[in-house]
Structure formats: C-alpha cells, structure tokens
C-alpha cells in the first residue's frame, strides 16, 4: 500500500511486537483502531468495567512477562485511572492506549473532553498525547521501553480519532524496531569491588537474611536466586511478584515475608546483615527501621532503580543494576568463598513455621458458621502444585495467604501494595487466558467480589473457567474488626448475606452455597470439575485475622506514645 492509516500502524506495530490479547470496553473513540484490529491476529477480551480490563492487562503483563495492553474510550479511561493507579504501584510493564476526540477540536470543549494527559500522569510512568500518526511506530517503541526499564511500570498513550484515521505515505515513516533494544538497563557495569563488599559482609555475619521483592522476579532470576541461597546457605522470603520464585517447600525458603502473616517473617529483628533484593524500603519492612529491622545490622540493597537503593536508610552496599546481571556476578565471586553453616540460625526459621502452622490449623474447627481456617484446611487437600492462587479480600483472604504456599513462579497473587479490592477475579480471568491447561482458584471475600463481580459475565462469554471460594461473612470484615477494637462499633462496615451463588448462576456460571464443612468437600469437587466459570459461597464467621490485629495493635500503640 502506498499509504496507510494511524490505525494500521497501531495494529502493525503491536503485531510485530507479538502482542496477540487485547483488553478493552468499545466506545466511539476507539471504534476506528480496533475495527483495523479485528482483521489481524488479535484476540479480543471485552470486559464489563474499564478497571477490570487494566487488571487483566496489568496480570497478563506479570504472569507472561510480555507487554499488556489496554484500549478505552474516553469516558471509560476515567473508569480505567484506578486500575492504572493498581497497575503503577504493581510495577507492571503494560501499555494503555486510549482515543480522544479530533485533535483539532480539543480545548474547545470537545465531545467527552477530559484530561487524560493529566489524569494519567501521577499513576503511569509517562503519559504523551499522538498529534500525528506518523509518530506512532516511535511512541509505542518509546512506551513499552519505558515501561520495561528499571523497574516496571504502565505507560499511557492518547491517539485522537483523526489520528487514528489519519492517512501517510507509506515511504514517510522509518522501518520498525523492537522495543526490546532500547529497554535501558543501567548501568551498565557493576564494579567487582562492590560485589565484595557484600558477600565480606554476608561470609562474616551470623544471622544473615535475604529478602526478594517484586523487581527481583522480572525474567527467569528464580534459579539464579535458589543457587546463590544454597551455595551460602542464607535464608529466603519472599514477597510480592517474587513469591514462589523459589518455593516455600525449599529448605532454605520460609515463606512470605509479612510479619503479620508468617511467624518467620519476624526473625527480621534477629537479623546481623539483610540483602533486600530488588525490595524497596517501605512500609512493608518498616521502611527498614528499627525496631523491624536492627539499627546493628548491616544493610544491602540490590535493585533496578537507584531511587529505591538508600531511599529510607543508608546502605552498607548498594548496587543499581539488572538483578539478573548481578546475581551472575555474586554467583561468580561466592563460589570462591568458604560459607560457615548458619545451622543455629536456620533452625529459627524451622521452628517458627512449624509454630506458625500449628497455631493456624488450630483454628481450623468444624463449628457454624465456619472459621475461615476450616475452609482453607479443607481446600488444602484438593489443591494441586501448578494451581494459580488469586486472593482478594480482607480476614478470609489474610487467613489463606498465612496458610497456603507459593509453590511455582507467578502462581501466588495477592493485590498490589496499593491494596485496591476488586483486581482478583480480573487476575484470575488473565491467568486462565495466559495458561487455559491450569486450574486458577480465587479466593474472595463478599466485600471485594462486590467491585468487579459482574466480571462473571466475562467468564462465561470467553469460556474462562476458574473456581472462587467465597468468604461470605457479611461485612467489610477486616475494616469492621478494627473498628469494633478501637472505637467499640462498627459504623459503614455491615453487608446483607446476600447469595452472589445465585447471581453467578443468573450469568451463565456454575455456584453453589455452603453453610456446613460436610458440605464443602463435594461442593468443592463439583465445582473444579465443572468446566465453566463457578463460585461456592461459603458462609464464615466475623473472625479477625493476624493482619487486622497488627494493624489494630499499631493504631494502639500509635496513640499510646502519643499520650
């Protein structure tokens, strides 16, 4: 063709980038594009809800470690904004591509006119506006770049409708390139003296302790990861997209690092020298404070960005760089050393897990209405080890998470540290497109399943066949609970015991209702043999978790020193 249109461009370039799942909700500003689209290789998954669409992409994006892309019309990009803010702090390598009105007409009060260049900016790595569809090639190479270098993150981009139908010679624009060649991995060379530094300071500790964050599980690094523990011994947690990197069932990995939710996760008081690998210093450490993290104990840090390396505390080692790239180095250099056993220390860990499960299982009683541990012993027995496992949600989910292990690579999924309820039947839904051969099961409570329930419909059109253990307590659980425990009422917290069984059934899917834990093990078959969309609702008592009385026990201990 001797021309062609801002549309094709579009399509060609995503095409050639091997994109093949497009996430969307159609409106008049996206109609040119993806009618184009609709005749290349693209499979199209349309939601209920622009926010449910920017989870799938921001999932698919993870769990495949290939880009995720969304496309909104323009009143459905302001739906889209809190998946995006999700997105962002999920540090999720994905394009959003929304359209506009005419380029021309913009500022003059325009059909739909909002800000979108604004809107996005805080919750994106970059947000541009395409004035010209000749620009096109080079904006979606520069977003997705962007989007992979350093660490992770979404990147928007408005095509207006004009632009989008905007024809150019063929001979106009230059011959495109992957994206992939210009993701910026700086630096570039990491000085062997540093690697030194910290293995001096790991050989000679006595208690020392690795921590792998979301950045540390970008690419293949979990092997790389097993080794470097195993050739010296150090314990492992895991957090974020990092858990099940390595499994929870290695004998030097202790499970996740929450230290409401993991007994062994506490030890990080105990610690003489801690590695965050690729673990920003935030509220999730105690920004690396005491007393979560010693005043005494040495402090390394390796991560992509060097805005996180030192951003609370300063390190004894800090090294900016490609995580897999340095693992490479400290394999290399730790091979050499002679590693002292920290047998002493490892078996802490031991027996804090072996605590932390037996006070769990505790829990787990037959009467009505039903602990949430009740339920989560009994699944137990019907899971398998390549099941994806999605949580969201407060108590009910807070108790699953404590208790079920990260067994594979991006197959334990919990909200981003946004905490933004709703993105787990959205995940669940991404992960069945990405890997159809495997079982995903989503834990949900009745509050979360609330924001993108619907999503069910979704489910049900595109053949999305997952199981959701539901959690019906009622309330906003975990909220409630704190509330009754510092103020001695609950005010905003209360829900109806509605039968959301029924609704999924009312949608095309498969759901049943459970009050007794003799009914949960049929139930449970039924519904992981049924291949299409299901839903157990699970009937369990208000009963507060280990997350919500750490949070209750910091409130009190905040006004306390207020005093």
């Known amino acids: 063709m001797s021309s062609i249109t801002g549309s094709h461009l579009i399509a060609n370039v995503l095409a050639k980038e091997g994109v093949k799942n497009i996430f969307t909700l159609a409106g008049d500003h996206i109609l040119p594009v993806i009618d184009v ?6 499979r199209f998954f349309d939601t209920r809800h622009e926010q449910a669409a920017v989870h ?8 495949t470690d290939t880009p995720g892309i969304v496309m909104t019309t323009t009143p459905g990009f302001a739906n889209a904004i809190p998946g995006l803010a999700s997105a962002f702090h999920a540090e999720s390598p994905m394009l959003s591509i929304s359209g506009s009105a005419e380029l021309s007409e913009l500022g003059k009060g325009a059909m739909q006119e909002i800000d979108q260049i604004g809107m996005a900016a805080p919750v994106t790595k970059a ?8 620009k096109i090639p080079d904006m979606i190479n520069r977003a997705l770049a962007l989007a992979y270098s350093g660490r992770r993150g979404p990147v928007h981009l408005t095509v207006p409708v004009d632009v989008q139908e905007q024809k150019i010679q063929t001979h106009e624009f230059p011959t495109y390139k992957s994206f992939k060649d210009n993701i910026d991995h700086v630096p570039r ?5 540093q690697i030194d530094q910290l293995l001096d300071i790991l050989v000679s500790s006595d208690r020392p302790l690795i921590i792998a964050g979301s950045a540390a599980s970008y690419g293949d690094v979990g092997q ?3 080794k470097f523990v195993e050739i010296s011994g150090i314990p492992l947690l895991t957090e974020g997209d990092a858990r099940g990197i390595v499994s929870d069932d290695h004998p030097l990995c202790f499970g996740f690092f929450d230290t409401a939710l993991n007994t062994a996760a506490k030890l990080i008081s105990d610690a003489d020298a801690v590695l965050l690998l690729g673990r920003k210093q935030d509220f999730v450490i105690g920004y690396t404070a005491p007393p979560l993290v010693s005043e005494k104990a040495a402090l390394m840090q390796i991560d992509p960005s060097q805005v996180e390396i030192g951003r609370n505390r300063s390190v004894d080692v800090g090294i900016c760089g490609d995580i897999s790239n340095v693992l490479d180095m400290v394999i290399h250099n730790s091979e050499k050393r002679i590693w002292s056993s920290f047998k002493p220390w490892i078996q802490k860990f031991t027996e804090a897990r072996r605590y932390h499960f037996e006070a769990l299982e505790s829990l787990a009683l037959t009467e009505n209405p039903l602990h949430a541990m009740a339920v989560h012993n009994t699944v137990k027995s019907f899971l398998e080890p390549d099941d994806f496992l999605v949580f969201d949600g407060g108590d009910f989910c807070h108790f699953a998470r404590a208790y079920f292990p990260a067994i594979n690579p991006r197959s334990w999924w919990y909200l981003p540290p ?14 069945k497109i990405a890997y159809p051969e495997r079982r995903v099961i989503l834990f949900s409570g009745d509050g979360s ?7 069910f419909d979704t489910a049900v059109r595109h053949n999305l066949p997952i199981v959701c253990i539901m959690g019906n307590d009622s309330a906003w659980g975990i909220d409630r609970q704190i509330q009754l425990q510092l103020y001695n009422r609950s005010v905003a917290t209360d829900l109806l015991p509605s039968r959301y069984d029924q609704l999924v059934r009312s949608l095309g899917g498969y759901g049943e ?8 093990p049929d139930a449970l078959e039924r519904a992981l043999k049924f291949n299409r969309p299901s839903l157990l609702n699970v009937s369990v008592q208000r009963a507060i978790s280990p997350r919500a009385q750490a949070a209750v026990d910091r409130w009190k201990s905040s006004w306390k020193s207020e005093e």
């Open 37 to 42: 689209m609709a005749d290349f290789d693209f």
């Open 56 to 63: 799938m992409a921001d999932v698919w994006a993870r769990a």
């Open 127 to 134: 947000s541009w506006i395409i004035d010209d569809a000749s």
């Open 189 to 193: 060379s990491i000085s062997s003296k």
């Open 224 to 226: 790389k990861i097993e």
């Open 418 to 431: 946004l905490g933004m309820l709703g993105s787990g039947l959205p995940t669940a839904l991404a992960l």
């Open 449 to 455: 399943f609330g924001f993108n329930g619907f999503e």
């Open 513 to 520: 209702n459970v009050e007794n834990i003799e009914e949960l």
